[in-house]
């Protein structure tokens, strides 16, 4: 008897797997109770089920992959949150070129706004400056895609792209430029020795927290110090931010410990991220210049610095920015890049509007502004006066 039920058994597992398995690639056969217990990713199956069905019988053929982008898409737009969006497997290479600073584009520096991206600066022997981009013009599509209510990251990486691949700027004046993408030489970090009050003021400018931008910083803040400078003008204008970790080390070149800013969200425990050490001395003046696309990154090392009290901020009110996105990749090669927590400066302030919405961002102790009609450098020149002040 017990070689028996021995037989049995042998003979009933394969058969009760082959049948299990039959029954998971055909779900209609089994009762509703049991269909609902064993086939969990209904939600799956209703999506395959409908592009099973468009690719089939719509009346032209569709290609089942942007089919697919295009869902997650316009999934992540219903959160109506414009700091969240999802990536195409090209537009996720782009935006890992930019984060590592070796991105190939058309050769300019913009701030969002309303209606699009503001350009601020077109570098000289670039497409952009060859095609007749100008300083205040305002780019409002990229080839046809409105760049309305879309974050900075999200239209910039619209814009970027393989050298010798071309794209098209629709500007809010009317016209529409096609430019000829190329590898753009755009250092990151920019540094000089300029004078104020007859003193040696060290002018740094970053234009992204990409990878390794901290110790770029660090790396031209001790340079320049060493060339005589007695203080620092930290430039973060137009630089609406990028990751989170460099931040914390670009803090630590003025920092040299203590709270740098902590983050939390409904799925994320609390974070607090402090000083890594290293910084220059205490006593060195140091003003960091903003304006309002200054955002993300950039506010979290202009908030830490002001709320620890070890720099004044001159400039223009930043963006207000509160929250901060994780890049989540997908097995398309794609990736969704979703809000997951807001970030709080050491005195606990989220400078957003609750939420994803705008906020008060960081209000400078000195205000001073540019003005675009003019050579100088008139939010510059008042940063390195104040540095030179003490």
Do not use: C
């Amino acid at each position: 008897m017990r070689r028996l039920r021995t037989a049995l058994l042998i003979l009933f597992v394969p058969l009760a797997l082959i049948l299990g398995v039959w029954l998971g690639g055909h779900p209609d056969w089994l009762p509703g109770f049991a269909r609902d217990t064993l086939v969990a990713d209904s939600n799956g199956r209703l999506y395959e089920e409908a592009v099973d069905k468009i690719e089939a019988d719509y009346y032209r053929k569709v290609d089942r992959d942007q089919l697919l982008d295009t869902s997650l898409e316009k999934a992540v737009e219903s959160l109506d949150d414009q700091f969240s969006h999802y990536f195409s497997p090209k537009e996720y290479h782009a935006f890992q070129l930019d984060t590592e600073g070796a991105f190939e584009g058309v050769g300019m520096s913009v701030t969002a706004v309303d209606d699009g991206l503001r350009v601020e600066q077109v570098y000289d022997g670039s497409p952009a400056k060859e095609g007749g981009l100008k300083r205040g013009d305002v780019i409002t599509s990229v080839n046809g895609k409105s760049l309305k209510g879309k974050s900075s990251q999200e239209s910039t990486t619209l814009i970027k792209g393989p050298a010798g691949t071309e794209v098209t700027l629709g500007l809010k004046d009317g016209r529409t430029l096609k430019l000829k993408r190329a590898k753009v030489d755009i250092p990151i970090v920019q540094s000089q020795i300029e004078e104020s009050g007859g003193k040696k003021i060290a002018w740094v400018q970053l234009a992204g927290f990409t990878s390794g931008s901290g110790d770029d910083v660090d790396r031209a803040v001790k340079e320049e110090l060493k060339n005589g400078a007695k203080g620092v003008v930290f430039d973060l204008r137009h630089n609406g931010g990028g990751l989170l970790n460099e931040a914390v080390e670009v803090a630590s070149v003025f920092l040299k410990d203590g709270r740098v800013v902590s983050t939390k969200g409904r799925a994320r425990a609390e974070r607090k991220y402090n000083a890594t050490g290293g910084a220059i001395a205490a006593d060195i003046p140091v003003v960091v210049l903003v304006d309002e696309g200054s955002a993300s990154a950039s506010e979290i090392v202009a908030g830490a610095l002001q709320d620890r009290k070890r720099a004044k901020i001159v400039g223009t009110r930043t963006y207000g920015k509160g929250v901060f996105q994780e890049i989540m990749r997908l097995d398309n090669g794609g990736a969704l890049d979703i809000t997951v927590g807001e970030y709080f400066t050491p005195t606990g302030r989220n400078l957003g509007g609750g939420g994803v919405k705008k906020g008060a961002g960081i209000t400078p102790e000195i205000q001073a502004s540019d003005n675009p009609e003019t050579e100088k450098d008139e939010a510059l020149d008042k940063a390195l006066a104040t540095v030179a002040a003490g």
